[in-house]
């Protein structure tokens, strides 16, 4: 398995942009797609972006197509997150997850390990 860690989230205006990372540890990082997905307050976890091990592959939510872009760099075992043109609608603790199944990209049921969360926050 995959240790991975969040980092990156914020406050941000309408508008604006953060990048999210998600650092992983061990050697085997580059045998695993990786994935965002998020979970606002008293709603279930939602798929956001992914990748495949190479990253000339992505697949993206519709609710973000156009304004994020997943991407990695396997040479520092990190997978990031761009976003821009953030909407109040993006509010979220965001998760990325390393997929350890030959499962749909989009469902949770797919990835094995997961890192503890980022808080994005954007006001209106």
């Known amino acids: 398995q995959v240790q991975l860690v969040e980092s990156g989230g914020g406050l941000v205006q309408a508008g604006g942009s953060l990048r999210l990372s998600c650092a992983a540890s061990g050697r085997t990082f580059i045998r695993y797609a990786m994935g965002w997905f998020r979970q606002a307050p008293g709603k279930e976890r939602e798929f956001v972006a992914a990748?495949?091990?190479?990253?000339?592959?992505?697949y993206y939510a519709d609710s973000v197509k156009g304004r994020f872009t997943i991407s990695r760099d396997n040479t520092q075992n990190t997978v990031y997150l761009q976003m821009n043109s953030l909407k109040p609608e993006d509010t979220a603790v965001y998760y990325c997850?390393?997929?350890?199944?030959?499962?749909?990209?989009?469902?949770?049921?797919?990835?094995?390990?997961w890192g503890q969360g980022t808080q994005v926050t954007v006001s209106s």
């Open positions: 997850a390393a997929k350890n199944t030959l499962g749909i990209v989009s469902s949770t049921l797919s990835y094995g390990s």
């Open positions: 990748l495949n091990w190479s990253g000339d592959s992505t």
